[in-house]
């Protein structure tokens, strides 16, 4: 694994004049007097430096950014916060939009905002404006949403996938109690994407600096996306980081003297409970604590693609004390709780974080616990923090929240969300080094409940290794399949015992057991028995064999298919792993033209780096549809150093020369340098300009 560093690093943040918004109205068109307090350039990899004199310019400046780079995209992400997929897609997306309703996404995104002080409403309202300032200036002609709000992107971070599963029950069960049917309408959620962060302190790292790594998963296609950008402004403002495409402020990043990052944690936080219903209709009532409550219902109407047509259709929702009822059995009624749904709080939460400048301040910015993840943080004086878990509710620890709970009962309610320091957590520990992996260990001899300390199962960095920045960086590309050993010496042993019944039969897989033994366990895009370990594995997976030696009978199932698509059974993994992206924006590929060869492999065996690529009737190559999203190194030297990558590019536009330009990286395992750095400090800038496409200079 290489860092790409063929220009340099260089931290400079440019602090301006502060001139409050409120001062930016007095005359002429406000929206573009607030444009021109913009400047944004673009780097070599067209990551956007956006400059403005205030924090709200800066969002103005973030808002018109991500139109930019993609509006198709970002539209996307918001018709399927808002609970309008179907509107556009289908009846596909109904259940997702069903729950969105369900929860009152929309209701509670706007109360959140109405809530919000006027200094932060600035900048809500001046994101907001940013992309109707695009649309306005662009001549892009929106599907649906026209005009963008500025409480849209609270209802975008109450993301809830409709195929989450809470204790047993998944959400799109909805569809069932709505009048939907309960015929599921998309694929099923099988494939988990816990996102990885870890820190070692200067006493392990060959510079004697900090270093802190994540590597985020996800999708690839779809709703939801990681933007990257640059934001600064004259009021000190000044971060480099992902946030979440439809939203104004980094979720992580680094400033200029701290870095930090979100991993899975694996606490509990949502929970399940079970009611029994009386009466019919809209008059429900369930029983809590000896008396009886009523289930409020409501009738909301979705707009429905039919493909001959948009049409309304009416649902009725049910919802307890506890939140809404997303399955129903006759009298038996579900009803979910999620953490965070109801007061939000994240967008502020990291606007806080991104503004802290010290552990002091960045404790202070978590303490609103409105992140329901683990939290991983280095800075330029050497110190690393994980806390694990954010939003973690407090609950009686004699109940087994694993599975439904009594909702009749007070004794199942949430007592609000642990103080931060009740959250497992290590500061400074004295092995230099913490990983969201691995739970943290109190000294104290502090035991926590078992809803809180479910930790991730993945394996953490080496402890006995002295970093570089590179090798840190390179522990997000490995491909390692850690149960490998134990499953091909099962092979083995199947292989040897049907050789001693039948010879001939086991002779057909005795270069391939060789070819397995020897090696080394790794998905690199040239292994023959990486193709081999992963088809194999898919066909046990894939279930349909009974009897004995079912591990010998699918491997042969893998030759007689590899000889039949490919001629031969010897076939590097990369012919067949390949990472393409459409044409037509971000859809799923659909043509081999400029695919790539990627290492890596699917998200079930365990492996680092990850990449779940479809497999297809009809096709010989599979495409990456998932896997890794993001990858961030971050080195806390004085002047911090940052490296980044994407699978594809900045941009969403198939013309753009950003469109794929991060692939071939990607695939090598090579990170682009990330300066936090504006204006003429950007290093091979590529253009300057204002919102609206004007001009500051003209560069190669």
């Known amino acids: 694994m290489r860092l790409s560093n063929r220009h340099g690093l260089l931290l400079i943040i440019l602090i301006g004049g502060c001139t409050p918004l409120r001062g930016l109205v007095g005359g002429g068109d406000p929206v573009d007097r607030l ?17 403005g ?33 179907s509107h556009w897609y289908g009846e596909a997306h109904l259940a997702s939009d069903l729950v969105r309703a369900a929860f009152e996404i929309e209701r509670l995104a706007r109360e959140e905002y109405e809530r919000e002080p006027a200094e932060r409403r600035e900048i809500w309202d001046a994101f907001a404006a940013g992309i109707n300032y695009y649309i306005r200036t662009s001549g892009e002609r929106p599907r649906l949403i026209t005009r963008f709000e500025p409480w849209m992107p609270f209802a975008l971070v109450r993301r809830i996938d409709d195929r989450t599963v809470v204790d047993g029950v998944r959400l799109d069960t909805i569809l069932s109690g709505t009048g939907a049917g309960a015929v599921r309408t998309r694929a099923e959620a099988d494939v988990a994407y816990p996102a990885m962060a870890r820190a070692v302190a200067p006493q ?39 946030a979440v495409l439809g939203t104004p402020v980094p979720r992580d990043g680094h400033n200029r003297r701290i870095a930090w990052a979100h991993a899975t944690s694996g606490a509990d936080v949502a929970d399940i409970y079970e009611v ?36 309304p259709r009416v649902f009725t929702f049910h ?47 978590l303490d609103a616990r409105a992140v329901a993840a683990s939290t991983v943080y280095a800075d330029v004086d050497g110190n690393i923090l994980h806390v694990h ?41 004295e092995s230099g080094r913490v990983d969201a992996a691995e739970l943290p260990r109190s000294d104290a001899g502090v035991s926590f409940p078992d809803y809180m300390t479910t930790a991730p199962t993945r394996a953490a960095a080496r402890p006995d290794t002295t970093w570089t920045a590179e090798t840190w960086a390179g522990t997000a590309f490995d ?25 001939v039969r086991a002779r057909r897989l005795d270069g391939v057991v060789e070819r397995l033994r020897s090696w080394d366990g790794r998905a690199t895009v040239d292994s023959e028995a990486a193709t081999l370990y992963v088809l ?10 009974s009897g004995e030696y079912t591990g010998f009978r699918a491997m042969e199932d893998v030759l007689t298919r590899l000889e039949r698509d490919w001629g031969s059974t010897r076939v590097a993994w990369g012919e067949l792993n390949r990472l393409a992206r459409s044409g037509v924006g971000d859809a799923e590929p659909v043509a081999d033209s400029a695919s790539l060869p990627v290492p890596g492999a699917p998200s079930w065996t365990g492996v680092m780096f990850t990449l779940d690529a479809r497999d297809e009737a009809g096709r010989r190559r599979r495409y990456g549809v998932g896997g890794v999203t993001v990858v961030s190194a971050v080195e806390l030297a004085p002047d911090v150093r940052s490296h980044t990558i994407v699978p594809f590019g900045q941009s969403a536009h198939p013309a753009s020369a950003h469109f794929f330009d991060q692939a071939a990286l990607y695939a090598r395992g090579e990170l682009k340098p990330a300066w936090l750095a504006t204006g003429s400090a950007v290093p091979n800038a590529r253009r300057v300009y204002r919102p609206g496409g004007t001009a500051v200079r003209e560069l190669r």
Do not use: C, K
């Open 276 to 311: 029994t219903l009386d009466g019919a209709g809209d008059s429900l009532t369930y029983p809590f604590d000896g008396e009886r409550r009523s289930a409020s219902a409501w009738q909301d109407t979705l707009l429905v693609n039919s493909g001959t047509g948009v049409q």
């Open 536 to 545: 194999w594995q898919e066909r046990v997976r894939a279930g349909g064999m």
């Open 319 to 365: 919802r307890t004390h506890h939140g809404p009822i997303v399955a129903r059995d006759g009298a038996r009624a579900l009803a979910v709780r999620i953490a965070r749904i109801e007061e939000g709080g994240s967008l502020q939460q990291w606007y806080a974080m991104s503004r802290a400048l010290g552990p002091a301040e960045f404790r202070s910015a």
């Open 389 to 429: 878990g954010g939003a973690v509710p407090v609950r009686d620890p004699a109940i087994d929240w694993s599975r439904p709970v009594d909702g009749t009962s007070s004794s199942a309610e949430w007592r609000g969300y642990h103080a931060l320091d009740e959250l497992p957590q290590a500061l400074n520990p």
């Open 204 to 242: 392990r790292t060959a510079g004697g600096h900090a270093l802190l790594l994540q590597s985020v998963r996800g999708e690839f296609f779809g709703a939801f996306h990681d933007y990257e950008l640059v934001l600064s402004s004259g009021t000190g403002w000044g971060v480099r980081g992902f």
């Open 479 to 503: 491909t390692r399949i850690p149960d490998a050993p134990r499953a091909i010496d099962d092979l083995a042993a199947d292989w040897e015992q049907i050789g001693g019944m039948n010879p």
């Open 35 to 51: 444009a021109a307090g913009v400047t944004i350039v673009r780097d070599e990899w067209g990551v956007p430096h956006i400059h």
């Open 53 to 85: 004199e205030t924090d709200a310019h800066a969002a103005f400046g973030a808002g018109y950014a991500q139109a930019e780079d993609g509006f198709a995209r970002l539209e996307d992400s918001y018709l399927h916060a808002l609970g309008r997929a």
